[in-house]
């Protein structure tokens, strides 16, 4: 069992920058992928980007690439999204979550935990 905390969210101008964080406990957060997903109001939960449990191996969805990045420590049992060039259609509840596939997976159904997510508010 692996319980995720998300924080960090925010209202910030366009062009601004956040940083998620996503605090895990329970057992084994460093041998599971980590992800990052998103859900606008009206709309489906989206993958952001993706981590490998080592940290090597990150994906992105093309619409964040270049701009966000994530990364994890695992020795503080912890990920993070660092969101920079924010622009108003981020707006959206992020969310972290894990997965036990070792291979590259972008869909919520191949996600095992998560978090309750947090709000990032961009204005215009």
């Known amino acids: 069992q692996v319980q995720l905390v998300e924080s960090g969210g925010g209202l910030v101008q366009a062009g601004g920058s956040l940083r998620l964080s996503c605090a895990a406990s329970?057992?084994?957060?460093?041998?599971?992928?980590m992800g990052w997903f998103r859900q606008a109001p009206g709309k489906e939960r989206e993958f952001v980007a993706r981590?490998?449990?080592?940290?090597?191996?990150?994906v992105y969805n093309d619409s964040v690439k270049g701009r966000f990045i994530i990364s994890r420590d695992n020795a503080k049992n912890t990920g993070y999204l660092q969101m920079n060039s924010l622009k108003p259609e981020d707006t959206a509840v992020y969310y972290c979550?894990?997965?036990?596939?070792?291979?590259?997976?972008?869909?919520?159904?191949?996600?095992?935990?998560w978090g309750q997510g947090t709000q990032v508010t961009v204005s215009s």
């Open positions: 979550a894990t997965t036990p596939h070792s291979t590259v997976v972008v869909t919520p159904d191949r996600y095992n935990y």
């Open positions: 329970g057992r084994s957060f460093s041998s599971y992928a």
């Open positions: 981590i490998s449990w080592s940290g090597f191996n990150t």
